[in-house]
């Protein structure tokens, strides 16, 4: 159980493009998921908490108008990275927690989505 | 804030023999939690194991146990018959009662030597 997908895997697009990313629990429901970004050999940053049906909170230094997150029901988050510029270019993982668990504080992760802005 | 410091950027084991890893924390809170996640080169964050601050009980998962500290806040991370599957990185990561979020450590890469 706990199974969290991301979608694509991986994705190239051209400087000014804008991508989504999709983020779904499988199997279980999420009312908080988290956006990460992480640079090679180095650990996980928290870009931004989706709770379901309110507005994101971003970490101090995250543009929210580059990072939009939408969080539309229990299973789904997106993550939209708007005009993109090679700087962009990382790797974003999210995680969700399984509102089904009383007490649950664990974060299950997606695979990651590996995105390349040329 | 708080803060996790894993001091070991790399570490490596021969294959079936045992390895910590080393964890310490930053806090001023009583109840929190604490966890270990593995990282394989797929990039999978995989949950390891978790350990509750008010349990006294360390916790163990298979080949996998901890050895909890919480006066020293230190939250070591035992790996024993260690299989080349394990080779990783490792995070050590705190999430405390009064925030929403992971607080992550720098990690461990740990090889596995056949």
């Known amino acids: 159980g706990a199974v969290v997908s991301q979608h694509p895997s991986r994705v190239i697009c051209k400087s000014g493009t804008s991508v989504k990313i999709e983020c779904r629990s499988l199997d279980f429901q999420a009312t908080t998921m988290f956006w990460y970004r992480q640079f090679p050999k180095q650990s996980l940053m928290l870009m931004a908490t989706s709770n379901e049906g309110s507005k994101a909170t971003y970490e101090q230094g995250v543009e929210k108008d580059k990072f939009l997150i939408n969080h539309a029901s229990l299973t789904l988050s997106t993550l939209t990275v708007t005009s993109a510029h090679p700087e962009d270019s990382s790797f974003y993982i999210c995680?969700?927690?399984?509102?089904?668990?009383?007490?649950?504080?664990?974060?299950?992760f997606g695979p990651g989505t590996r995105l390349l802005v040329l | 804030a708080q803060t996790v410091t894993q001091s070991q950027p790399e570490m490596s084991v021969q294959e079936a023999e045992t390895v910590t890893l080393s964890c310490t924390y930053d806090t001023s809170e009583s109840d929190y939690y604490l966890f270990w996640y593995k990282q394989p080169p797929s990039r999978q964050m995989i949950l390891v194991i978790r350990?509750?601050?008010?349990?006294?009980q360390n916790a163990t998962e298979n080949r996998f146990s901890v050895n909890f500290q919480k006066a020293a806040k230190s939250f070591s991370l035992k790996i024993s018959d260690s299989q080349l599957g394990d080779a990783a990185m490792y995070f050590c990561?705190?999430?405390?009662?009064?925030?929403?979020?992971?607080?992550f450590g720098p990690g461990t890469r740990l090889s596995v030597l056949p």
């Open positions: 350990q509750e601050a008010y349990k006294q």
């Open positions: 990561a705190y999430f405390g009662n009064y925030g929403q979020n992971f607080v």
């Open positions: 995680s969700a927690r399984d509102l089904g668990l009383a007490g649950s504080v664990t974060q299950y």
